[in-house]
């Protein structure tokens, strides 16, 4: 199961949302941050927040760790991103067999297209869960 820390936003009728935290990193930059890190925040300056699953009493501001089933993430993108590109790759080269030329090709394109976009919509994805409260007492070390 892959894990993360994140902090609790607030509560919905069908789970809790709540944004990631970040790790305080390997400090190697010095406390500076990684530049893959400054890339994204170009591009993401707000942090986005998630609704998962719950059955904890939890209120916001509350910091806990969230998993999700490994493979979950493989599956949801092959959804996404692979089977609409295959009905398109498949309706293209039936369209072609059935009726020789660009046009035909390109109509079976959307079509497939379409198709497995509809299909992708339709289908539901494992919505992470809340394992567990982070505990602070995991960071304590202890002497001896």
């Given at each position: ?11 919905a009728a069908d789970g809790i949302w ?109 919505r992470p869960v809340v394992l567990r ?12």
């Amino acid at each position: 199961m892959l894990e993360q820390t994140a902090e609790v936003v607030k509560a919905a009728a069908d789970g809790i949302w709540v944004k990631a935290v970040e790790p305080a990193g390997c400090g190697t930059c010095g406390g500076q941050g990684c530049s893959s890190r400054r890339i994204a925040e170009l591009f993401q300056r707000t942090p986005r927040h998630f609704l998962v699953d719950c059955d904890l009493s939890l209120s916001p501001g509350d910091r806990v760790v969230v998993g999700i089933v490994r493979g979950s993430v493989l599956r949801s993108a092959w959804r996404a991103y692979g089977l609409p590109l295959a009905l398109m790759l498949a309706g293209a080269l039936l369209a072609q067999a059935v009726w020789p030329g660009d046009g035909p090709a390109l109509a079976g394109m959307l079509l497939g297209g379409a198709v497995g976009w509809l299909v992708a919509r339709g289908g539901r994805t494992a919505r992470p869960v809340v394992l567990r409260r982070e505990s602070d007492t995991l960071f304590h070390m202890k002497k001896g």
